[in-house]
């Protein structure tokens, strides 16, 4: 790759990962396309740029490294634990900035200490920004989401319950728009009253019959995907969780843990505080949340200058744990993002599952703020 | 004086209402040359041409800033421009060319009956069937700001559809639809129902304006604009 186009700190880049004990991997510009509309749902097909190979296979310029990396490691068969590390092009349609800029970033696989390996990917991020960016003051949010998973769970709310509230997660207004159904439920309308009445039966084989005979006389069940009794079974559940409220008191509580924002310091006694008074077992969510701190703090990082933000996530099923986001003071440009995304590797087709964490540097705003520095 | 293009349905019943309205409107049109050909004038008012294109090729002209006016379905307008009320201005509902952007599911979807349904199987459905649930559809914007945007549900994929889209999910290439619809007999036939906020757009034919700095000061567009709504 010529140099001459690499940002001028390109250097000190790559030192670092080398001292931080990362590989560095080149991936192919041009991608299939599959496995980021696959991954980050549709929302990205407008934010890509995508071509067709000439036997019509979707393809696409490399919107970003992990996935390509992740995927790269798939296809080497190569053991873990392994750390690299990227640095090159990538491309979005952007409404500000360019659409070709730089990324860096590192990829920590199959480190299965989970609280060390997220203390040292917030330590590798900080440790890059300070070198690149020495005279910045640098500000991190972190957020947790299998510490919202655990106080959800410790609600005693249904499963299915469960699964709604924790999709939603780092999208505020889906968020609230489920706790609003769980104020106020509404009944199941639009049901066949014959429907209605096996179902007050708990006649779910008779459904799963009535169904399955349906499909066979309209054509549908050659190539239905969702079976007789996969139907009948969400029927039943939605029923079930159709009469699910939650009492003011839970909701308060769950509302008011989702607007905690505090410096991290003070998160663990926080925490614990809230499920003190809120009388709910957090469990390995919090001891993991603390055991991470605690590797930072061991590492020598400046928890004093880092805020934990509850509501903190990222909406996408891969991600599992930390999230976290590096910003200068007074500036909401994002400098560096990152988080663990525990199920990415077996969705991408992994056969065994690999822990995975890792974070990514924004080149063009970091370059803005060495300009203003 | 720059010239003002109108671009109008060239074919088919939408074109007969559109010339419908335009003449309710005092707006008579008279084609140049032939009667079969594509271009057209407006008697009465200076330097107005008449285009007669395809009902998305409209949108795109739009689009392009390419025409002054189109008539054309919002549906289309909406699909093919983003960003589409800072490009241009509904001016017009004209009346006819009635049609509904819906999301359509198997009606033996018993379970399913809402987006926030659809929006609970969408979630489960690679841990269940090894893929993403997928959609049918010739209109990806329109669907993907209604899931997404709207509805909060990002995990999902669109299979593009350019035609028979009610066939789809019983012919196994995607598993619902979003498509249009006027009286629903179509998917009715095909088993598909739509859900209860599961519509996306009420579309109809629109006199839509590219919105152009020229035009502020030009008398001419709002004489058009004035002569089509006094007519409805």
Redesign the interface.
């Known amino acids: 790759m010529p140099m001459i186009d690499m940002p001028e700190f390109a250097g000190d880049l790559l030192a670092e990962f080398a001292e931080r004990d990362a590989e560095r991997v080149n991936t192919p510009v041009i991608q299939p396309a599959e496995p980021f509309l696959d991954m980050a749902g549709e929302d990205l097909r407008r934010r890509i740029f995508l071509t067709e190979s000439e036997t019509g296979e979707s393809l696409c310029l490399r919107p970003e490294f992990t996935i390509p990396v992740c995927l790269r490691h798939i296809a080497s068969a190569t053991g873990t634990p392994r750390r690299y590390a990227y640095l090159g092009e990538v491309f979005r349609q952007r409404r500000d900035g360019s659409n070709e800029f730089y990324q860096a970033g590192i990829e920590d696989l199959g480190d299965k200490a989970t609280a060390a390996a997220d203390a040292r990917a917030i330590g590798d991020a900080l440790g890059i920004l300070k070198r690149v960016l020495p005279k910045v003051d640098l500000r991190l949010t972190l957020g947790d989401q299998a510490v919202f998973e655990a106080v959800v769970k410790a609600l005693g709310l249904p499963h299915g319950w469960q699964r709604r509230l924790i999709h939603a997660f780092g999208d505020m207004a889906h968020l609230e728009a489920l706790l609003e159904r769980l104020a106020r439920p509404q009944p199941v309308a639009g049901l066949d009253p014959d429907i209605s009445a096996m179902m007050a039966a708990g006649d779910e084989a008779g459904l799963v019959e009535r169904l399955d005979r349906t499909m066979q006389e309209t054509g549908y069940s050659t190539n239905a995907s969702r079976s007789p009794a996969e139907i009948a079974k969400r029927l039943k559940e939605k029923l079930e969780l159709s009469q699910t409220r939650l009492d003011g008191t839970a909701l308060l509580l769950l509302r008011e843990f989702l607007t905690l924002q505090l410096p991290l310091a003070d998160a663990p006694a926080a925490l614990a505080g809230f499920a003190d008074a809120a009388g709910l077992k957090l469990g390995d969510a919090v001891s993991l949340f603390s055991a991470r701190l605690q590797s930072l703090a061991n590492a020598g990082a400046d928890i004093s200058a880092m805020t934990y933000r509850a509501a903190f996530g990222r909406p996408l099923d891969y991600y599992t744990g930390l999230v976290f986001e590096v910003t200068a003071a007074g500036s909401t440009a994002v400098l560096a993002g990152g988080g663990r995304f525990d199920r990415l590797m077996t969705l991408l087709g992994a056969r065994e599952h690999i822990p995975a964490v890792g974070f990514s540097l924004w080149i063009d705003r970091i370059e803005a703020a060495r300009a203003r520095q | 004086m720059n010239a003002i293009t109108i671009a109008l349905p060239s074919k088919g019943r939408i074109k007969e209402e559109t010339a419908a309205v335009f003449e309710r409107a005092g707006l008579s049109i008279s084609a140049v040359g032939n009667d079969r050909s594509y271009r057209g004038r407006i008697a009465g008012i200076e330097g107005v041409e008449i285009a007669y294109l395809s009902a998305s090729e409209i949108a795109r002209e739009l689009a392009a800033g390419a025409v002054d006016f189109g008539v054309t379905g919002e549906d289309l307008v909406r699909e093919g421009l983003?960003g589409v009320d800072a490009k241009v201005e509904f001016c017009a509902r004209l009346g006819f060319g009635h049609a509904d952007v819906v999301v359509a599911v198997?009606?033996?979807?018993?379970?399913v009956?809402t987006m926030?349904?659809l929006?609970?199987?969408a979630?489960?459905f690679?841990a269940?069937?090894g893929?993403?649930l997928q959609i049918a559809t010739k209109y990806?914007?329109l669907?993907?700001q209604f899931?997404?945007a709207k509805?909060?549900i990002?995990?999902?994929?669109?299979v593009e559809s350019l035609g028979a889209t009610e066939g789809a999910?019983?012919?196994?290439q995607a598993?619902i639809i979003v498509d249009i619809t006027s009286t629903g007999s179509t998917l009715r036939a095909n088993?598909l129902k739509v859900l209860?906020d599961g519509v996306i757009l009420k579309s109809e034919a629109c006199l839509v304006r590219a919105r152009k700095p020229v035009h502020d000061e030009d008398g001419r567009i709002s004489q058009i604009i004035e002569a089509v709504r006094a007519s409805l």
């Open positions: 983003p198997p009606e033996i979807w018993l379970d009956e926030a349904d929006g609970d199987v979630a489960d690679r269940r069937h893929r993403r990806w914007r669907t993907q899931f997404s509805h909060g990002q995990l999902y994929r669109i999910p019983a012919a196994g598993d088993h209860s």
